[in-house]
């Protein structure tokens, strides 16, 4: 399977997912940075290129904000880096925040005399 192939797996995944328009644009603009930046990695092993290419996915992820989707994302590019012996951009599964919970107001009594 050729870094193509792969990339064009991850767009396909981003185009059938049910993300907003505008986010899924947002999401292919970056994602179609990357064919040429790998290229020019694989051409020149130039650090720079794996630092744009990072630069873009973080970018999407950043768009994307869906922790689901994110953690598959990173599986598919941690996979695609392993099989085609890429220098890992070590990308992390998103952290779920939990909602902060308020503490409850106390009332103080008031004694009248």
Same mark, same amino acid.
């Given at each position: 399977?050729?870094?193509?192939?792969?990339?064009?797996?991850?767009?396909?995944?981003?185009?059938?997912? %049910?993300?907003?328009? %505008?986010?899924?644009?947002?999401?292919?603009?970056?994602? %179609?940075?990357?064919?040429?930046?790998?290229?020019?990695?694989?051409?020149?092993?130039?650090?720079?290129?794996? %630092?744009?290419?990072?630069?873009?996915?973080?970018?999407?992820?950043?768009?994307?904000?869906?922790?689901?989707?994110?953690?598959?994302?990173?599986?598919?590019?941690?996979?695609?880096?392993?099989?085609?012996?890429?220098?890992?951009?070590?990308?992390?599964?998103?952290?779920?925040?939990?909602?902060?919970?308020?503490?409850?107001?106390?009332?103080?009594?008031?004694?009248?005399?």
């Amino acid at each position: 399977m050729s870094q193509m192939t792969d990339l064009l797996a991850i767009r396909k995944g981003v185009k059938m997912s %049910d993300l907003p328009a %505008d986010v899924q644009t947002t999401a292919l603009w970056h994602l %179609d940075k990357l064919p040429d930046l790998y290229q020019k990695l694989e051409t020149t092993c130039e650090s720079r290129f794996l %630092d744009e290419i990072l630069r873009h996915v973080q970018g999407m992820f950043k768009t994307i904000i869906v922790p689901s989707s994110i953690a598959a994302m990173t599986t598919e590019f941690r996979t695609m880096h392993e099989r085609h012996g890429i220098p890992t951009l070590g990308l992390k599964p998103p952290v779920v925040v939990a909602a902060k919970r308020t503490r409850p107001v106390k009332v103080s009594a008031t004694v009248v005399s």
